[in-house]
């Protein structure tokens, strides 16, 4: 597996902080956690959170936020991958595989 340098910081960060001894059951779960809190950031960007707890944010501050959340998901992909020693590039070459084979007619 040749690992994007991204994918190598990312599991270099997660391993110092402990977060690597999680195995893929709960690793799955903090995706979906991730993934509901990227829900929830384009929601406030699409129709607006409308709660009286809650302060207006600018676009920038809705825009960083989705942003941020996008970079916590796309962490928990890339150490689910390491975990099965696949690199990310190696997804995406798969997966751009795969769509020009159902979609594109030669």
Not at 28 to 36: P, R, T
Request: negative net charge; proline residues 2%.
């Amino acid at each position: 597996m040749k690992e994007s340098e991204n994918q190598v910081w990312i599991q270099n960060f997660y391993d110092q902080r402990g977060w690597s001894n999680y195995g893929p059951f709960e690793r799955i779960g903090f995706l979906m956690e991730e993934v509901g809190e990227t829900a929830r950031a384009i929601r406030a960007i699409e129709i607006g959170r409308d709660r009286p707890d809650e302060h207006i944010k600018s676009k920038e501050k809705l825009k960083m936020e989705l942003i941020e959340e996008l970079g916590d998901v796309l962490g928990n992909v890339f150490i689910l991958a390491s975990m099965y020693n696949i690199a990310i590039d190696e997804i995406l070459e798969v997966h751009k595989n795969k769509l020009n084979k159902r979609y594109i007619k030669e």
